[in-house]
């Protein structure tokens, strides 16, 4: 049973950072694309980074210069370092995955989700 486990989520004043994590069980982690996206109320859900098994990594172009997307394959743990917080960041934070490969994009469809961290950051 596949499982994707975001932690690290809380209230943040603009200019401060924070550390997602997502924890991943149930299948080869190694073998598969990571991907965080977010979702504003009453917004559509937007990529945010991914990474493929490789470690090649895109962002979106907006958080490109202070977000950070890793991962440790020998934890099976996926991270995002958010930088220079605004209050436009704020909204809930998930983490995907889909089979690695020529579709690790943020457009490609993910396969598995986690249950989403919240993040608010206040001005």
């Known amino acids: 049973q596949v499982q994707l486990e975001e932690s690290g989520g809380g209230s943040v004043q603009a200019g401060g950072s924070l550390r997602l994590s997502c924890a991943a069980s149930?299948?080869?982690?190694?073998?598969?694309?990571m991907g965080w996206f977010r979702q504003a109320p009453g917004k559509e859900r937007e990529g945010v980074a991914r990474i493929d098994s490789d470690g090649t990594t895109r962002y979106a172009d907006s958080m490109k210069d202070r977000f950070t997307i890793s991962q440790d394959n020998a934890k099976n743990t996926l991270y995002l370092q958010m930088n220079s917080l605004k209050p436009e960041d704020t909204a809930m934070y998930y983490c995907?995955?889909?089979?690695?490969?020529?579709?690790?994009?943020?457009?490609?469809?993910?396969?598995?989700w986690g249950q989403g961290t919240q993040v608010t950051v206040s001005s």
């Open positions: 995907a995955s889909r089979p690695s490969g020529a579709y690790c994009d943020l457009r490609s469809r993910f396969i598995y």
């Open positions: 149930g299948y080869t982690y190694s073998s598969y694309c």
